[in-house]
């Protein structure tokens, strides 16, 4: 058994760093969330609504956000017309705790770690404002494909840039990514 903690001993760190931190924010991040009460939204959830409202802005100058007085979302109107509601987990925070996580266990150099995260996770944010604009011009566009594209395009794209920025932290930054000599 000891023979295999060694040969594992890398991975197994990996697999219990991956954990230990996705469980921590995780946890920070439901505590944040019980803070605001039952059938209140979040800060991030409203920022981010905000935030989409500029973005739809560019757009049409129409476009508008909401608070729904009897539960914790906010309806987004396009064009005079109720599009979608913002729930929290619209905001990106889950995503990011996965992808701060994923960082971490694969961690290098504090500086360059928390440079990254920072960024990273500022991009995601970003990215989904971004997402969930576009997402509502094209459902206002093209109200037949909805399921599609909030169920597998737009998850996909959130998704993937989550993987090419591990990918990135990888090859590039973590303690595990090659160091090439040059002549």
Request: hydrophobic residues 50%; aromatic residues 20%.
């Amino acid at each position: 058994m000891k023979k295999y903690f060694i040969l594992y001993k890398p991975f197994l760190f990996f697999l219990a760093t991956f954990f230990l931190t996705y469980i921590v924010l995780t946890f920070l991040y439901q505590e944040y969330l019980n803070s605001f009460g039952e059938n209140k939204l979040d800060a991030i959830t409203r920022l981010v609504g905000r935030n989409t409202k500029q973005v739809l802005q560019l757009f049409d100058h129409s476009a508008t956000v909401e608070d729904n007085k009897f539960e914790p979302y906010i309806k987004l109107f396009y064009n005079q017309k109720y599009m979608a509601r913002i729930i929290e987990g619209c905001n990106a925070i889950s995503v990011i705790i996965l992808f701060v996580s994923f960082v971490v266990a694969f961690s290098g150099k504090l500086k360059p770690t928390l440079l990254f995260i920072f960024g990273g996770s500022l991009f995601i944010y970003v990215l989904n404002v971004l997402r969930i604009g576009f997402l509502c011009v094209l459902m206002f566009n093209f109200p037949n494909q909805k399921q599609f594209l909030h169920g597998v395009l737009f998850p996909l794209f959130i998704y993937g840039v989550v993987f090419i920025l591990w990918l990135i932290w990888v090859n590039k930054f973590s303690k595990y990514a090659s160091k090439t000599i040059k002549k």
